[in-house]
Structures are given as structure tokens and as C-alpha cells.
């Protein structure tokens, strides 16, 4: 059972504009939500982080927003460049243990 | 080093065998994760230590597999009886430890049983 969901596998977006990246959970216990990069051949790289007592979250031209009541989380990159084209993957964790991994978007960014 | 070191990088066994991977953690990262990657899917957790106990592992899939982390540094995931099945890409990760503190990633061992 999959509780943490990436419903769009692919993403396309022109340089400069904005990238959106959306991620929907079921566990309602979930209290702490990242977001990792992945080039191919490469682990994860972490990005960014929220706590469940946020909604936004913001580090330069990243910003997380979460929707608790929607159980929904988004990362926003603004303005994108050819350098973010990757495997976007959100992860979600209850009280510091495992993490849970969606099955992750491949952000295209066209120069 | 600086991050968190996985050996081999690659590892090419037959059906039946052993096999073990390694992993080196942050230095002084008190939490350990291990995952597996397969194609089009993202990390599946296996198995998370905290200092040299296995906190939860609850995601290994079978009694071939085993992870040890004996001194609170060094893990090692064994494998044993390597079923085809089991080719993916294991993952390493470690963490502060604290609640709620990003995990960092290694390369990862791309394992292949053929």
C-alpha cells in the first residue's frame, strides 16, 4: 500500500518559469515531509523539508508548501533552470523513523 | 570522507550466492537507514538503525536478508541465497538522529543477480 503518492511520473517546463511537483499522502500521523533529488547513477540529495507545524517552507528558488487537510504537499522552483532537470522524489516520516518515498517525477527542464 | 560512502558500486553475483554491502556512514550520524531502488519506484525502506540496534526492521523482506551495524558506525547488509528477484539498488542513509532531521544518501550499490 502505497502511503506516499507522486501521480504525475514526468514534468516539462521552460527555463525560467516556475516547476511544480506534487505529492499526496494517506497517514495522517505523517509529521515530517522532504523532498530529495536523484540524478541517474547518483543517491538522493536532499532538498528541502517541512514539519507538519508549517505550511511553507522556503530555501532560495525552492519552497515547499503543505496542505494538511488535503494531505498534500508541493514543491515549487522558481525560476527553473536546465541544472534542476532530475527524479524529484517526496518522502514523509512519523516521529523520526523510516521514511516513506513516492514513486517520484522526472522534471525536464527545456532550455 | 564527508558523506556517506557505499562499497561496491556495482556488484554482479550469481543466483544462490552471498553477498555483502557496505556501508560507511557521516561521521557521527547515530541513525542508519538502509532502502532498495528498483527501476521506476522509489526507495523502499528496509531496515533503520539507531546506534547499533535495529530500531525497526520491519521492511526486510525475508530471513535472507540481515543488516548489522556492530560498533554504531559501519553497517553491512548481508544477503544470502541471492534470488534474481533481489537485483535493485541498495540504498544507505544516515541521519543526526534527532526526530526529524533529513537523512543523507550514498551512491548506493547497484546489485545484479544473474
Known amino acids: 500500500d502505497q502511503q506516499v503518492k507522486q501521480n504525475s511520473p514526468s514534468l516539462s517546463v521552460q527555463e525560467g518559469r516556475i516547476s511544480i511537483l506534487n505529492c499526496d499522502y494517506t497517514?495522517?500521523?505523517?509529521?515530517?515531509f522532504l523532498w530529495y533529488k536523484k540524478y541517474p547513477a547518483e543517491g538522493p540529495t536532499f532538498l528541502i523539508s517541512?514539519?507538519?507545524?508549517?505550511d511553507k517552507n522556503e530555501d532560495g528558488r525552492f519552497t515547499v508548501f503543505l496542505n494538511k487537510s488535503a494531505k498534500h504537499l508541493s514543491l515549487h522552483i522558481v525560476p527553473s533552470q536546465p541544472g534542476d532537470s532530475a527524479v524529484y522524489f517526496c518522502?514523509?516520516?512519523?516521529?523520526?523513523?523510516?521514511?516513506?518515498f513516492g514513486t517520484g517525477t522526472s522534471l525536464t527542464v527545456i532550455p | 570522507g564527508a558523506g556517506v560512502s557505499q562499497t561496491p558500486s556495482n556488484k554482479v553475483t550469481e543466483k544462490g550466492k552471498y553477498v555483502e554491502l557496505r556501508c560507511d556512514p557521516i561521521?557521527?550520524?547515530?541513525?542508519l537507514y538502509w532502502y532498495r531502488q528498483s527501476l521506476g519506484q522509489g526507495p523502499e525502506f528496509l531496515i533503520y538503525?539507531?546506534?547499533?540496534?535495529?530500531?525497526?526492521d520491519s521492511g526486510l523482506p525475508n530471513d535472507r536478508f540481515f543488516a548489522v551495524r556492530p560498533e554504531g558506525s559501519v553497517s553491512t547488509l548481508k544477503i544470502q541465497r541471492t534470488e534474481r528477484g533481489d537485483s535493485a539498488v541498495y540504498l544507505c542513509?544516515?541521519?543526526?538522529?534527532?526526530?526529524?532531521?533529513?537523512?543523507?544518501f550514498g551512491q548506493g550499490t547497484r546489485l545484479t543477480v544473474v
Open positions: 518522502a514523509a516520516s512519523f516521529s523520526g523513523n523510516q521514511f516513506y
Open positions: 497517514n495522517s500521523m505523517f509529521d515530517y
Open positions: 517541512i514539519s507538519s507545524i508549517k
Open positions: 561521521s557521527g550520524h547515530t541513525a
Open positions: 538503525f539507531q546506534g547499533t540496534g535495529a530500531a525497526d
Open positions: 542513509a544516515s541521519a543526526e538522529g534527532a526526530i526529524n532531521t533529513e537523512a543523507f
